[in-house]
């Protein structure tokens, strides 16, 4: 009985140190695998670009453009001319072949905004128009100048505090393309600018 007794004993503390070691193993182990994921999307975050701060780029859009936008009358890229994407906005996108689906005439905006719906500041964002500027007014907006956004080129973008960065007056171009990395067609993509592209 007693042979018994210290044999169940034994049996008992050697499953309780066993169970207690599996803690400390998973204490060892798992804090490098889960800081290793971490930085892994930290990474790819910043390698797709600020974009990827604030929530993935819309990839396909309507082709409705904002009110009081103006056709551009002599773009360098007509309506329907095939070009070569040379900016990296999203994965896929440098080396894109693209077709221009609109050509407009506008001061375009790079801006720095926190997202309505939280996460990570995105700076430098490229690109928003004038006319995606809630209460714009007529004339083009400086560097520093705070504003809010009517654009939803990205989750979160709506209705957000922005600083605009940068400011210029020139043609933008809403583009079709396939991208580089596979994947679905991106319609209606807003925007590029002219010296993002080149000529195929």
Do not use: R
């Amino acid at each position: 009985m007693k042979k018994a007794l210290i044999s169940a004993g034994i049996g008992t503390l050697l499953i309780l140190n066993g169970c207690s070691n599996t803690p400390n193993s998973a204490a060892t182990d798992h804090p490098v695998s889960t800081t290793s994921s971490s930085e892994t999307a930290d990474h790819d975050s910043m390698s797709m670009g600020n974009e990827a701060s604030g929530g993935a780029m819309h990839h396909s859009s309507s082709a409705e453009v904002p009110a009081g936008l103006q056709t551009a009358q002599h773009p360098q890229f007509p309506v329907g001319t095939t070009v070569i994407m040379n900016m990296d906005h999203m994965k896929g996108m440098k080396g894109a072949e693209a077709t221009i689906t609109g050509a407009y005439d506008t001061t375009v905006y790079s801006v720095s905004y926190t997202p309505v719906t939280g996460g990570e500041p995105v700076k430098d964002h490229k690109w928003v128009i004038h006319e995606e500027i809630q209460n714009a007014g007529q004339s083009p907006l400086k560097p520093g100048s705070k504003i809010i956004l009517n654009a939803d080129h990205m989750p979160g973008m709506q209705g957000a505090q922005a600083t605009i960065d940068s400011a210029q007056q020139t043609t933008v171009y809403m583009v079709d393309y396939m991208p580089t990395t596979d994947g679905e067609p991106v319609k209606n993509h807003k925007w590029v600018t002219g010296d993002e592209l080149s000529a195929k």
